[in-house]
Protein backbone atom coordinates (compact mmCIF):
# COMPACT_ATOMS: atom_id res chain seq x y z
CA UNK A 1 0.00 0.00 0.00
CA UNK A 2 1.08 3.32 -0.88
CA UNK A 3 0.58 6.86 0.34
CA UNK A 4 -2.19 8.72 -1.61
CA UNK A 5 -3.89 11.88 -1.09
CA UNK A 6 -6.33 10.62 2.51
CA UNK A 7 -2.99 10.80 4.27
CA UNK A 8 -2.04 14.07 2.98
CA UNK A 9 -1.19 16.20 6.59
CA UNK A 10 -1.90 19.79 5.02
CA UNK A 11 -5.75 17.76 4.57
CA UNK A 12 -8.40 19.83 6.40
CA UNK A 13 -12.19 18.87 7.34
CA UNK A 14 -14.76 21.37 7.28
CA UNK A 15 -15.93 19.50 10.89
CA UNK A 16 -13.56 22.31 12.47
CA UNK A 17 -12.33 20.25 15.51
CA UNK A 18 -10.79 17.66 13.21
CA UNK A 19 -8.59 20.33 12.82
CA UNK A 20 -7.15 20.58 16.11
CA UNK A 21 -3.72 19.56 16.02
CA UNK A 22 -4.33 16.75 18.98
CA UNK A 23 -7.78 16.13 18.38
CA UNK A 24 -7.54 11.76 17.81
CA UNK A 25 -9.78 11.98 15.27
CA UNK A 26 -8.57 14.26 12.12
CA UNK A 27 -9.88 13.30 8.50
CA UNK A 28 -6.26 11.68 8.12
CA UNK A 29 -7.47 8.55 10.93
CA UNK A 30 -11.36 8.14 10.10
CA UNK A 31 -11.71 5.13 11.71
CA UNK A 32 -14.62 3.00 12.45
CA UNK A 33 -16.95 1.95 14.78
CA UNK A 34 -20.60 0.78 15.98
CA UNK A 35 -22.30 3.30 17.84
CA UNK A 36 -26.11 3.79 18.13
CA UNK A 37 -27.92 6.92 20.17
CA UNK A 38 -31.09 7.63 22.60
CA UNK A 39 -33.08 9.15 19.70
CA UNK A 40 -32.07 5.77 17.35
CA UNK A 41 -31.41 2.44 19.17
CA UNK A 42 -30.02 1.09 15.96
CA UNK A 43 -26.88 -0.19 16.19
CA UNK A 44 -25.03 0.39 12.55
CA UNK A 45 -21.61 1.86 11.71
CA UNK A 46 -20.20 5.06 12.01
CA UNK A 47 -17.32 6.96 11.10
CA UNK A 48 -15.67 9.45 13.77
CA UNK A 49 -14.17 13.07 12.32
CA UNK A 50 -13.36 15.70 15.08
CA UNK A 51 -16.18 15.97 17.84
CA UNK A 52 -18.92 13.91 15.85
CA UNK A 53 -19.63 10.59 14.45
CA UNK A 54 -21.02 10.49 10.43
CA UNK A 55 -23.57 7.92 10.16
CA UNK A 56 -22.67 5.35 7.32
CA UNK A 57 -26.04 3.25 7.06
CA UNK A 58 -27.86 6.48 5.88
CA UNK A 59 -24.40 7.30 3.62
CA UNK A 60 -24.55 3.65 2.29
CA UNK A 61 -28.29 3.78 1.62
CA UNK A 62 -28.13 7.01 -0.13
CA UNK A 63 -25.82 5.51 -3.00
CA UNK A 64 -22.58 7.45 -2.08
CA UNK A 65 -20.31 4.92 -0.75
CA UNK A 66 -18.79 2.36 -3.09
CA UNK A 67 -19.01 -0.87 -1.34
CA UNK A 68 -19.58 -2.59 -3.92
CA UNK A 69 -16.73 -2.11 -5.53
CA UNK A 70 -14.76 -5.01 -6.62
CA UNK A 71 -10.93 -5.32 -7.52
CA UNK A 72 -11.57 -5.25 -11.60
CA UNK A 73 -14.46 -2.34 -11.33
CA UNK A 74 -17.88 -1.55 -9.79
CA UNK A 75 -20.62 -3.93 -9.29
CA UNK A 76 -23.68 -3.81 -7.26
CA UNK A 77 -23.79 -5.49 -3.75
CA UNK A 78 -27.16 -6.70 -3.09
CA UNK A 79 -27.12 -6.26 0.74
CA UNK A 80 -25.81 -3.02 2.67
CA UNK A 81 -23.10 -3.39 5.18
CA UNK A 82 -23.07 -0.67 7.33
CA UNK A 83 -26.65 -1.36 8.84
CA UNK A 84 -25.24 -3.96 10.65
CA UNK A 85 -24.73 -4.68 14.25
CA UNK A 86 -20.81 -5.25 13.45
CA UNK A 87 -18.39 -4.02 11.01
CA UNK A 88 -17.82 -7.95 9.47
CA UNK A 89 -19.68 -7.96 6.31
CA UNK A 90 -17.89 -4.60 5.31
CA UNK A 91 -14.74 -6.38 6.33
CA UNK A 92 -15.19 -9.26 4.73
CA UNK A 93 -15.28 -7.15 0.94
CA UNK A 94 -11.46 -6.72 0.99
CA UNK A 95 -8.67 -4.22 0.81
CA UNK A 96 -9.78 -2.49 -3.06
CA UNK A 97 -13.35 -1.48 -1.07
CA UNK A 98 -11.97 -0.50 2.15
CA UNK A 99 -9.39 1.99 0.31
CA UNK A 100 -12.28 3.12 -1.67
CA UNK A 101 -14.81 3.85 0.68
CA UNK A 102 -11.95 5.66 3.02
CA UNK A 103 -11.16 7.65 0.04
CA UNK A 104 -14.98 8.57 -0.82
CA UNK A 105 -15.37 9.36 2.74
CA UNK A 106 -12.02 11.75 2.65
CA UNK A 107 -13.32 13.62 0.01
CA UNK A 108 -16.68 14.44 1.26
CA UNK A 109 -15.54 15.37 4.65
CA UNK A 110 -12.44 17.55 2.99
CA UNK A 111 -14.23 19.68 1.15
CA UNK A 112 -16.84 22.61 1.54
CA UNK A 113 -19.09 22.61 -1.79
CA UNK A 114 -23.04 22.16 -1.44
CA UNK A 115 -22.87 18.63 -0.46
CA UNK A 116 -21.42 19.49 3.21
CA UNK A 117 -25.16 20.75 4.34
CA UNK A 118 -26.09 17.32 3.35
CA UNK A 119 -23.36 15.20 5.21
CA UNK A 120 -23.62 17.60 8.36
CA UNK A 121 -27.18 16.50 8.91
CA UNK A 122 -25.42 12.95 9.56
CA UNK A 123 -23.58 13.62 11.77
CA UNK A 124 -23.98 12.76 15.36
CA UNK A 125 -21.62 14.09 18.29
CA UNK A 126 -19.10 11.57 19.80
CA UNK A 127 -20.74 12.53 23.34
CA UNK A 128 -24.16 11.57 22.51
CA UNK A 129 -23.27 8.76 20.92
CA UNK A 130 -23.00 4.95 22.63
CA UNK A 131 -20.49 2.95 21.38
CA UNK A 132 -20.44 -0.83 21.16
CA UNK A 133 -18.19 -4.20 20.31
CA UNK A 134 -16.92 -3.02 16.65
CA UNK A 135 -16.58 -6.45 15.41
CA UNK A 136 -17.68 -10.39 15.92
CA UNK A 137 -14.87 -11.57 17.23
CA UNK A 138 -14.69 -15.16 15.57
CA UNK A 139 -11.40 -16.33 17.35
CA UNK A 140 -9.08 -15.00 19.70
CA UNK A 141 -5.27 -15.33 19.48
CA UNK A 142 -2.43 -13.83 21.41
CA UNK A 143 0.88 -13.85 21.20
CA UNK A 144 4.41 -13.40 22.85
CA UNK A 145 6.04 -11.12 20.61
CA UNK A 146 7.96 -8.49 22.53
CA UNK A 147 11.39 -9.53 23.77
CA UNK A 148 11.54 -7.31 26.39
CA UNK A 149 8.15 -8.62 27.78
CA UNK A 150 9.31 -12.07 27.41
CA UNK A 151 12.70 -11.33 28.59
CA UNK A 152 11.50 -9.75 31.81
CA UNK A 153 8.74 -12.59 32.85
CA UNK A 154 11.45 -15.36 32.23
CA UNK A 155 13.70 -13.88 34.25
CA UNK A 156 11.24 -13.71 37.10
CA UNK A 157 10.29 -17.09 36.83
CA UNK A 158 13.36 -19.34 35.35
CA UNK A 159 16.41 -16.60 36.44
CA UNK A 160 18.33 -13.96 33.76
CA UNK A 161 20.05 -17.52 32.41
CA UNK A 162 17.22 -19.13 30.96
CA UNK A 163 15.11 -15.82 30.45
CA UNK A 164 14.37 -17.08 26.74
CA UNK A 165 13.05 -20.19 25.62
CA UNK A 166 14.92 -22.04 22.92
CA UNK A 167 12.09 -21.40 20.43
CA UNK A 168 11.33 -17.51 20.80
CA UNK A 169 13.62 -16.21 18.74
CA UNK A 170 12.58 -18.59 16.02
CA UNK A 171 8.60 -18.14 15.72
CA UNK A 172 6.05 -16.12 16.79
CA UNK A 173 4.68 -17.63 20.25
CA UNK A 174 0.90 -18.04 21.25
CA UNK A 175 -2.05 -19.35 22.71
CA UNK A 176 -5.63 -19.24 21.57
CA UNK A 177 -8.10 -17.46 24.10
CA UNK A 178 -11.77 -17.44 24.25
CA UNK A 179 -13.31 -14.88 21.56
CA UNK A 180 -16.78 -15.09 23.87
CA UNK A 181 -15.42 -12.60 26.68
CA UNK A 182 -13.84 -10.61 24.79
CA UNK A 183 -15.83 -7.21 25.71
CA UNK A 184 -15.53 -3.23 24.10
CA UNK A 185 -14.17 -0.69 26.56
CA UNK A 186 -16.34 0.66 29.18
CA UNK A 187 -17.46 -3.25 30.57
CA UNK A 188 -16.75 -3.63 34.17
CA UNK A 189 -14.73 -6.84 34.68
CA UNK A 190 -15.55 -8.77 37.57
CA UNK A 191 -12.14 -10.28 39.63
CA UNK A 192 -12.03 -14.09 38.85
CA UNK A 193 -11.67 -16.90 41.42
CA UNK A 194 -9.89 -19.84 40.67
CA UNK A 195 -7.47 -22.62 41.80
CA UNK A 196 -4.75 -20.83 43.16
CA UNK A 197 -1.29 -22.31 45.10
CA UNK A 198 0.98 -21.36 48.09
CA UNK A 199 4.30 -21.56 49.61
CA UNK A 200 3.28 -22.62 52.62
CA UNK A 201 0.42 -24.91 51.54
CA UNK A 202 0.84 -28.25 49.59
CA UNK A 203 -2.73 -28.11 48.05
CA UNK A 204 -4.51 -25.55 45.73
CA UNK A 205 -7.95 -23.35 47.23
CA UNK A 206 -10.39 -21.98 45.33
CA UNK A 207 -10.93 -17.96 45.56
CA UNK A 208 -10.36 -14.60 44.58
CA UNK A 209 -7.39 -13.89 42.48
CA UNK A 210 -4.72 -11.52 44.51
CA UNK A 211 -2.30 -10.76 41.39
CA UNK A 212 -5.28 -9.11 39.11
CA UNK A 213 -2.90 -7.48 36.68
CA UNK A 214 -3.06 -5.83 32.99
CA UNK A 215 -1.59 -6.56 29.97
CA UNK A 216 -1.14 -3.56 27.08
CA UNK A 217 -1.54 -4.60 23.71
CA UNK A 218 -2.09 -4.15 20.53
CA UNK A 219 -4.70 -5.93 18.38
CA UNK A 220 -4.87 -6.54 14.60
CA UNK A 221 -8.19 -7.61 12.85
CA UNK A 222 -8.41 -9.97 10.03
CA UNK A 223 -10.11 -8.71 7.25
CA UNK A 224 -10.07 -11.50 4.73
CA UNK A 225 -10.60 -14.90 5.12
CA UNK A 226 -8.07 -17.79 3.74
CA UNK A 227 -9.19 -21.45 3.04
CA UNK A 228 -8.17 -24.03 5.44
CA UNK A 229 -5.11 -25.91 4.39
CA UNK A 230 -3.83 -22.31 2.56
CA UNK A 231 -0.87 -20.81 4.43
CA UNK A 232 0.05 -17.44 3.19
CA UNK A 233 2.77 -15.35 3.18
CA UNK A 234 3.92 -12.65 5.56
CA UNK A 235 2.66 -9.87 2.58
CA UNK A 236 0.05 -11.57 2.07
CA UNK A 237 -0.88 -11.60 5.52
CA UNK A 238 -0.41 -7.71 5.71
CA UNK A 239 -3.26 -7.33 2.95
CA UNK A 240 -5.97 -9.64 5.06
CA UNK A 241 -5.44 -7.08 8.36
CA UNK A 242 -8.02 -4.44 8.23
CA UNK A 243 -7.14 -2.56 11.27
CA UNK A 244 -5.82 -2.33 14.59
CA UNK A 245 -8.22 -1.71 18.07
CA UNK A 246 -6.12 -1.53 22.00
CA UNK A 247 -6.04 -4.64 23.72
CA UNK A 248 -5.94 -5.29 27.11
CA UNK A 249 -6.12 -8.96 28.64
CA UNK A 250 -6.46 -9.32 31.65
CA UNK A 251 -4.59 -11.74 33.92
CA UNK A 252 -4.86 -13.17 36.77
CA UNK A 253 -0.95 -14.48 37.75
CA UNK A 254 -1.67 -16.39 40.78
CA UNK A 255 -3.98 -18.26 38.55
CA UNK A 256 -1.83 -18.53 35.77
CA UNK A 257 1.21 -19.71 37.63
CA UNK A 258 -0.64 -22.57 38.55
CA UNK A 259 -1.77 -24.07 35.55
CA UNK A 260 0.23 -22.96 32.81
CA UNK A 261 2.17 -25.96 32.47
CA UNK A 262 2.39 -27.50 30.15
CA UNK A 263 -0.05 -26.39 27.64
CA UNK A 264 -0.44 -22.55 28.64
CA UNK A 265 -2.55 -19.76 29.78
CA UNK A 266 -6.33 -21.39 30.42
CA UNK A 267 -8.83 -19.62 32.88
CA UNK A 268 -5.97 -17.04 34.69
CA UNK A 269 -6.99 -15.54 30.80
CA UNK A 270 -10.03 -16.64 29.61
CA UNK A 271 -12.23 -14.36 32.18
CA UNK A 272 -12.25 -11.16 30.04
CA UNK A 273 -10.24 -9.66 27.35
CA UNK A 274 -11.03 -5.49 26.35
CA UNK A 275 -10.88 -3.82 23.52
CA UNK A 276 -10.87 -0.21 22.25
CA UNK A 277 -14.81 0.73 20.18
CA UNK A 278 -12.71 2.38 17.26
CA UNK A 279 -10.67 0.28 14.59
CA UNK A 280 -8.12 2.48 13.18
CA UNK A 281 -7.54 0.84 9.89
CA UNK A 282 -4.03 -0.66 7.95
CA UNK A 283 -4.79 2.52 5.58
CA UNK A 284 -4.54 5.15 8.04
CA UNK A 285 -1.59 3.92 10.03
CA UNK A 286 0.54 3.69 6.31
CA UNK A 287 2.54 7.28 7.40
CA UNK A 288 3.75 5.13 10.29
CA UNK A 289 4.85 2.33 8.77
CA UNK A 290 8.71 1.11 10.58
CA UNK A 291 10.99 -1.06 10.73
CA UNK A 292 11.32 -3.50 13.59
CA UNK A 293 13.94 -4.74 15.90
CA UNK A 294 16.79 -6.49 14.02
CA UNK A 295 15.75 -10.37 13.71
CA UNK A 296 18.49 -12.29 15.14
CA UNK A 297 18.79 -15.23 14.10
CA UNK A 298 17.37 -15.16 10.62
CA UNK A 299 13.59 -16.12 10.62
CA UNK A 300 12.99 -19.10 8.19
CA UNK A 301 11.79 -18.34 4.22
CA UNK A 302 8.22 -17.97 5.47
CA UNK A 303 8.53 -15.46 7.90
CA UNK A 304 11.16 -13.15 6.25
CA UNK A 305 9.98 -9.72 5.48
CA UNK A 306 10.03 -7.47 2.35
CA UNK A 307 9.42 -4.13 3.93
CA UNK A 308 8.45 -3.02 6.81
CA UNK A 309 5.43 -3.98 8.37
CA UNK A 310 6.08 -2.45 12.41
CA UNK A 311 4.18 1.02 13.62
CA UNK A 312 5.19 3.52 15.21
CA UNK A 313 2.40 3.85 18.00
CA UNK A 314 2.62 5.67 21.25
CA UNK A 315 1.22 3.86 24.21
CA UNK A 316 0.42 4.57 28.06
CA UNK A 317 -1.25 3.09 30.74
CA UNK A 318 -3.15 4.95 33.20
CA UNK A 319 -4.22 3.48 36.85
CA UNK A 320 -7.20 5.51 38.53
CA UNK A 321 -6.20 8.52 35.88
CA UNK A 322 -2.07 8.12 36.44
CA UNK A 323 0.38 7.24 33.94
CA UNK A 324 1.76 4.05 35.15
CA UNK A 325 4.06 3.38 32.02
CA UNK A 326 4.70 4.52 28.15
CA UNK A 327 5.52 2.33 25.84
CA UNK A 328 5.90 1.94 21.69
CA UNK A 329 4.22 -0.27 19.01
CA UNK A 330 7.15 -0.15 16.61
CA UNK A 331 9.69 -1.91 19.11
CA UNK A 332 7.61 -5.25 18.68
CA UNK A 333 9.78 -7.76 18.08
CA UNK A 334 7.18 -10.01 15.71
CA UNK A 335 5.42 -7.91 13.34
CA UNK A 336 1.26 -8.74 13.60
CA UNK A 337 2.22 -9.59 9.79
CA UNK A 338 4.60 -12.37 10.83
CA UNK A 339 1.90 -13.25 13.38
CA UNK A 340 -0.43 -14.19 11.04
CA UNK A 341 1.33 -15.42 8.81
CA UNK A 342 2.56 -18.46 10.91
CA UNK A 343 -1.19 -18.69 12.25
CA UNK A 344 -1.79 -20.05 8.81
CA UNK A 345 1.25 -21.78 8.12
CA UNK A 346 -0.01 -24.87 9.55
CA UNK A 347 -3.13 -24.77 7.38
CA UNK A 348 -4.79 -23.03 10.03
CA UNK A 349 -7.93 -20.94 8.66
CA UNK A 350 -8.22 -17.23 9.73
CA UNK A 351 -11.97 -15.96 9.19
CA UNK A 352 -13.27 -12.28 9.02
CA UNK A 353 -13.12 -11.12 12.60
CA UNK A 354 -9.77 -13.04 14.19
CA UNK A 355 -8.54 -10.99 16.53
CA UNK A 356 -4.90 -11.19 17.15
CA UNK A 357 -3.25 -9.53 20.42
CA UNK A 358 0.36 -8.27 19.79
CA UNK A 359 0.84 -9.81 23.64
CA UNK A 360 2.20 -7.53 26.17
CA UNK A 361 4.31 -4.61 24.92
CA UNK A 362 6.79 -3.81 26.86
CA UNK A 363 9.70 -1.26 26.25
CA UNK A 364 13.88 -1.65 27.52
CA UNK A 365 13.28 1.91 29.58
CA UNK A 366 12.46 1.96 33.35
CA UNK A 367 8.84 2.71 33.24
CA UNK A 368 7.98 1.04 30.11
CA UNK A 369 6.92 -2.05 31.22
CA UNK A 370 3.46 -3.28 30.21
CA UNK A 371 2.25 -4.94 33.00
CA UNK A 372 1.99 -4.43 36.80
CA UNK A 373 3.99 -8.09 36.99
CA UNK A 374 6.88 -5.89 35.62
CA UNK A 375 6.09 -2.86 36.76
CA UNK A 376 6.21 -3.93 40.21
CA UNK A 377 8.64 -6.82 39.44
CA UNK A 378 5.37 -9.66 40.59
CA UNK A 379 4.68 -7.40 43.61
CA UNK A 380 8.16 -7.14 44.94
CA UNK A 381 8.63 -3.59 44.34
CA UNK A 382 5.16 -1.90 44.60
CA UNK A 383 3.85 1.17 43.08
CA UNK A 384 3.36 4.60 44.97
CA UNK A 385 0.21 6.64 43.02
CA UNK A 386 0.02 10.67 43.27
CA UNK A 387 -2.57 10.16 45.99
CA UNK A 388 -0.29 7.99 47.91
CA UNK A 389 -2.11 4.47 47.32
CA UNK A 390 0.47 1.86 47.26
CA UNK A 391 -0.30 -0.99 44.29
CA UNK A 392 1.56 -4.52 43.39
CA UNK A 393 -1.40 -5.31 41.52
CA UNK A 394 -5.10 -4.16 41.26
CA UNK A 395 -7.58 -4.16 43.43
CA UNK A 396 -11.47 -3.56 43.42
CA UNK A 397 -12.40 -0.20 42.19
CA UNK A 398 -9.65 0.56 40.46
CA UNK A 399 -9.77 1.67 36.96
CA UNK A 400 -7.52 0.80 34.40
CA UNK A 401 -7.56 2.96 30.43
CA UNK A 402 -5.28 2.13 27.83
CA UNK A 403 -4.63 5.09 25.05
CA UNK A 404 -2.41 5.26 22.10
CA UNK A 405 -1.90 7.61 18.68
CA UNK A 406 0.55 8.13 16.07
CA UNK A 407 1.85 11.06 15.61
CA UNK A 408 1.90 13.07 12.05
CA UNK A 409 2.82 16.30 11.01
CA UNK A 410 0.48 18.43 12.49
CA UNK A 411 -2.06 15.72 13.14
CA UNK A 412 -2.51 12.15 15.43
CA UNK A 413 -3.99 9.01 14.73
CA UNK A 414 -5.57 8.52 17.80
CA UNK A 415 -7.45 5.20 19.02
CA UNK A 416 -9.74 5.98 21.93
CA UNK A 417 -9.61 4.53 25.14
CA UNK A 418 -9.77 1.05 26.52
CA UNK A 419 -11.04 1.02 29.66
CA UNK A 420 -12.15 -0.82 32.82
CA UNK A 421 -13.27 -1.13 36.27
CA UNK A 422 -12.26 -3.81 38.81
CA UNK A 423 -15.55 -5.20 40.28
CA UNK A 424 -15.22 -7.68 43.28
CA UNK A 425 -15.42 -11.16 42.40
CA UNK A 426 -18.56 -12.98 42.68
CA UNK A 427 -19.38 -15.36 45.76
CA UNK A 428 -18.28 -18.88 45.59
CA UNK A 429 -22.42 -19.25 44.66
CA UNK A 430 -22.43 -17.35 42.21
Known amino acids: MTLNA ?24 LPMAIFS ?7 RAGVAIGDQVLDLEVLERSGLLPTGLVPNGL ?12 LNAFMALGPAVWSAVRSTISGELSKATSDWRLFSQLLTPLADAQLHMPVRVTGYT ?8 ATNVGTLFRGAENALMANWLHMPIAYNGRASTVVVSGTAIKRPRGQIISADKPTPV ?14 ALVGTANPMGDPVSVAQAQEMIFGFVLLNDWSARD ?11 FLGKAFATTISPWVISREALEPFRVDGPQQDPQPLSYLRQSAPHNYAIQL ?14 KDIYWSSAQQLAHHTSGGCAMQ ?9 ISGSQPGSMGSLLELTWNGEKPLTLENGDIRRFLEDGDRLSLTGYAQGEGYRIGFGEAAATILPAPSETG
Not at 37 to 43: C, G, M, P, V, W
Not at 206 to 219: G, H, I, P, Q
Not at 352 to 360: A, F, I, V
Request: hydrophobic share 35%; with cysteine; proline share 7%.
Open 6 to 29: SHSAQLKSWVEAANDPLCPFPIQN
Open 37 to 43: TSANLRK
Open 75 to 86: SPTPTAVFNRSS
Open 142 to 149: DFYASREH
Open 206 to 219: FTASRKLDMELEMA
Open 255 to 265: IQVWEYQPLGP
Open 316 to 329: QAQLNGQTITETNF
Open 352 to 360: TGDLLGSGT
